[in-house]
């Protein structure tokens, strides 16, 4: 706390002193009083006699009284400085109560470093439905410790042979069955040594274009969905990012979902829309039955499309985990208003505010 520290200046004010020089006495003439003398008779011839001046009265100088010489005031005491205010302790962060059970909401926390304490406070007290880590998995054991039915996912990003379509006849394609071993050796290691991971995830959203690279992809998460099971280990297939696939696309991964209802995995996906999460609700995609576009959106809610227009009628209502999701400036209308100097889902806030 910053002291305040009060300073007295003590100002003494003193006259000048001395005794003032006299002034010249003055002279005060008084006319004197008008004297009517009698005259006698005098005899004749002789002169008549003049009648002598009263003399001036001098008068008596006045006696000048010395200057006073004013006394020093005395110096005011000093006052005691005020008592310094207490700084209140900052107030630490809330958590609600821990739970007994599983929260009620689906949102879970996608973690990239698991750096902050508080994180596993966070998961021990609300006992969330799901978490995700990348790279970084060996803390999903702790989660599972202090909050055993949240589920899991975990991925590492160093993706081997991502680019084995790229440039090549469909005839040129690895067999999906060998491709999936294949990657799934060059991670096994790993995975069992993460065993607080419950799904693991494949390819981060894959770009498939053309039908047949769509076939491949679903030949191959299935093939990865069911030799996992074979492992002790379950998959997360799909992976796919906002805005994609395409309503006709969505028919040819039904595959991988048919294998994930066979093997135990679950579909995941991710949805982002910018400049609110909301955009792009009720917008509707091409292909899509109109009667569908009131309940999903073309970034935001867009697994309904899936849901409704493909799983259900087959009996393939999976679960599904929105694995990653968010405000991107990249995706949907953008964020006219975003600043330069900022990053992420930050850099829409001034978006948000026009919005209301």
């Keep these: 706390m910053m002291r305040k520290h009060i300073f007295f200046v003590l100002a003494i004010v003193i006259a000048a002193c001395g005794t003032a020089t006299p002034s010249e006495p003055y002279l005060v003439t008084l006319t004197p009083n008008r004297v009517t003398p009698t005259i006698k008779a005098a ?7 003049s009648v002598p001046p009263l003399p001036t009265v001098v008068p008596t100088p ?15 005491q000093p006052t005691s400085p005020p008592t310094p205010t207490e700084i209140p302790k900052p107030t630490e962060d809330p958590f609600p109560p821990a739970r007994a059970d599983l929260s009620k909401t689906k949102l879970g926390v996608h973690v990239i470093l698991n750096n902050d304490a ?9 006992k969330p439905r799901v978490m995700k880590g990348v790279d970084n998995l060996d803390w999903l054991s702790k ?12 991925r590492f990003t160093d993706t081997p042979n991502r680019d084995a379509l790229d440039n090549k006849d469909p005839s040129q394609y690895p067999k999906p069955a060998d491709f999936a071993r294949n990657y799934i050796n060059f991670y096994l290691a790993r995975y069992r040594a993460n065993p607080g991971v419950d799904y693991w995830e494949g390819w981060n959203e894959p770009q498939p274009n053309k039908a047949s690279e769509w076939d491949w992809y679903a030949a191959f998460e299935a093939e990865r969905a069911c030799q996992m099971k074979d492992l002790g280990m379950k998959a997360a297939v799909g992976g796919f990012s906002g805005g994609r696939p395409e309503y006709a696309d969505m028919a040819r991964f039904i595959p991988a979902i048919q294998a994930i209802q066979k093997c135990g995995g679950i579909f995941h996906l991710h949805e982002y829309a910018s400049p609110l999460m909301q955009t792009g609700v009720g917008v509707g995609i091409p292909g899509a039955p109109a009667n569908l576009n009131k309940i999903a959106g073309s970034l935001t809610l867009r697994y309904r499309y899936w849901y409704e227009g493909y ?8 679960k599904l985990v929105i694995s990653e999701g968010g405000i991107d400036a990249g995706v949907g209308q953008g964020c006219p208003q975003r600043s330069p100097n900022e990053a992420g889902w930050f850099s829409c806030y001034k978006d948000w505010g026009s919005a209301g």
């Design 62 to 76: 006045t006696s000048l009284s010395s200057t006073t010489i004013p006394q020093p005031t005395a110096p005011p």
């Design 118 to 126: 508080r994180i596993l406070e966070f998961v021990k007290r609300t």
């Design 43 to 49: 005899p004749t011839g002789a002169a008549s006699p």
């Design 143 to 154: 989660v599972k410790e202090v909050s055993p039915k949240t589920i899991t996912l975990g």
């Design 311 to 318: 799983l259900k009628p087959r009996k393939l209502d999976v």
